[in-house]
């Protein structure tokens, strides 16, 4: 009665190239946050983790590691899938090799006072 009807129309018809210029337009800063992201989050993440593999395999007698747990030992043997440490004097725990987090480096790893 008091309010008029009102009718949808399509600008400038179906075939229009500029709706598909305007829906890329819209996505565009999603892309840019998710580019953004990847530079900045998961491509160092993933170069991390391959270091870390890469190390774990390398692992060798008397390395220093630091297990998730956050045991330190040094290395006394290895196998394909466990590792053998020392964490005191006559001490030997076997942890697997997905466990080990760390692999300090002789030059950081401080001597126990002994």
């Known amino acids: 009665m008091f309010i008029p009807s009102a009718y949808a129309q399509v600008a400038g018809g179906a075939a229009s190239g500029s709706d598909g210029i305007a829906i890329a337009m819209q996505f565009f800063p999603f892309i840019l946050l998710f580019v953004g992201f990847y530079f900045l989050m998961i491509r160092p993440q993933q170069r991390r983790a391959k270091e ?3 190390a774990i395999d390398a692992l060798k007698k008397n390395d220093q590691v630091i297990t998730s747990g956050g045991i330190l030992g040094k290395v006394s043997k290895t196998t394909d899938s466990y590792v053998e440490l020392e964490i005191a004097p006559n001490v030997k ?6 466990a080990i987090t760390e692999i ?3 030059t950081t790893a401080k ?3 002994d």
Request: charged share 15%; no cysteine; glycine share 6%.
């Open 111 to 113: 001597p126990a006072n």
């Open 52 to 54: 870390l593999r890469n």
């Open 93 to 98: 725990v076997q942890v697997a090799r997905g």
């Open 104 to 106: 300090l480096s002789p």
